[in-house]
């Protein structure tokens, strides 16, 4: 409408709406229920005392400048989206779609596009609710898909949040969530700001998840030479990540973490004590975190079994004979022993010692 336009009670958009002159709302509220896509198309400032999107209904802000204002409450069961053509090294608002109370909301900063293959525009999906894959613990009000025209570019961006305690900047892309921050406001601003940003898809905001490791050892003391699987356990179970493991600060590898749990063994400890750590290496919203093993590992001197063979049994008085000992590991396979036993051994008959 080029004129003005006054409410005086709420009213239902099945198509698309163009404001090119004045409307006052006056605390009446506009709902967009056409389940499908409608166009806004705001020529001018337009202030909305209360905005509906319905279920099944993507509002697709068609204006490049920023003239929407929500005064009031903004209910989106829908999509909101916006476009914004990018055409320099600058900063790009999202309207409708970056909206967050008490927020500067969403602000996209191009700060390279060198390449074959710039970045000519960005587009902002809006969804008010849960990441359907959100980290485990972690919840959000909103997520953004954020879809890029063009694959060279450099970007920072600034999420609004919900004055959370330590809020992180995550993005969602081959199953996992990668989340960082360079810095954040949660008394003022109510934002969160990740620079370096060099690819889009799925947007969140959450607050960092603090962790535990725990160690346990398969056996203590273990005898040398043996396996020992040293197991870390981290809460909460969710957490994702990989754990490296330490024996006396000596890195003995890294595991992925599974359903909360990370392995590593080892056969090469020597004989004496141990200490173990594990330190989880988090992916995601989740803190690290250091486990160390109570009580240390220890591990023992090998038992072992000789066997002596002559090469002459019986023998003639006074003939040479050839005793020979052989020495094993008691109770482990050829597998399991990495090394054979080592030291001399020392050969005697009743009447005393006859070599060494």
């Given amino acids: 409408e080029n004129g003005e336009l006054q409410l005086t009670n709420d009213i239902a958009v ?16 506009i709902t967009f229920d056409g ?3 409608q166009n806004l198309v705001l020529n001018t400032f337009t202030s ?7 279920t099944g209904t993507t509002l697709v802000e068609a204006v490049t400048d920023d003239n929407a204002y929500i005064q009031g409450t903004l209910t989106n ?10 055409s320099g090294l600058e900063f790009y608002y999202f309207g409708l779609a970056g909206f967050y109370p008490d927020s500067w909301g969403v602000e996209i900063e191009v700060t390279d596009r060198s ?11 809006r969804i008010d609710a849960n990441h359907p894959n959100a980290p485990g613990g972690a919840t959000t009000d909103i997520y953004w898909t954020i879809t890029p025209a063009g694959a060279n570019y450099v970007a920072t961006v600034v999420l609004p949040q919900n004055a959370l305690a330590d809020p992180v900047a995550c993005r969602y ?16 601003d109510l934002t969160v700001t990740r620079t370096g940003v060099t690819a889009f898809s799925d947007w969140a905001v959450f607050n960092t998840i603090a962790t535990t490791t725990t160690l346990a050892t398969s056996a203590n003391p273990a005898p040398v030479f043996t396996q020992v699987t040293f197991t870390a356990t981290v809460a909460p179970a969710t957490a994702t990540g990989s754990v490296e493991f330490f024996a006396d600060g000596a890195s003995l590898g890294t595991a992925t973490l599974a359903a909360g749990k990370a392995q590593v063994a080892t056969g090469g400890l ?3 004590t141990h200490v173990i750590t594990a330190t989880l290496i988090p992916t995601g919203p989740y803190l690290a975190s250091s486990g160390t093993l109570a009580g240390d590992q220890v591990i023992d001197k090998a038992a072992t079994t000789v066997a002596l063979l002559s090469n002459l049994n019986p023998a003639p008085y006074s003939q ?6 052989s020495v094993a590991v008691s109770g482990m396979t050829a597998a399991e022993r990495q090394t054979g036993p080592t030291g001399q051994v020392r050969f005697s008959d009743e009447s005393g010692a006859l070599a060494t």
């Fill in 115 to 125: 390449g074959g293959d710039p970045l000519t525009a960005i587009q902002v999906d």
């Fill in 320 to 325: 040479a004979v050839t005793v020979t000992a």
């Fill in 270 to 272: 020597t004989v004496g």
């Fill in 48 to 54: 909305f005392d209360a905005l509906t999107v319905y």
């Fill in 14 to 29: 099945s198509g698309h709406f163009t404001n090119s002159g004045t409307l006052d709302t006056n605390g009446s509220g």
């Fill in 77 to 86: 069961f829908g999509t909101i989206r916006k476009t914004q053509p990018v």
């Fill in 35 to 37: 389940a499908k896509t």
């Fill in 173 to 188: 892309a081959s199953g996992a969530w990668n989340c960082a921050r360079s810095s954040f406001d949660s008394v003022k």
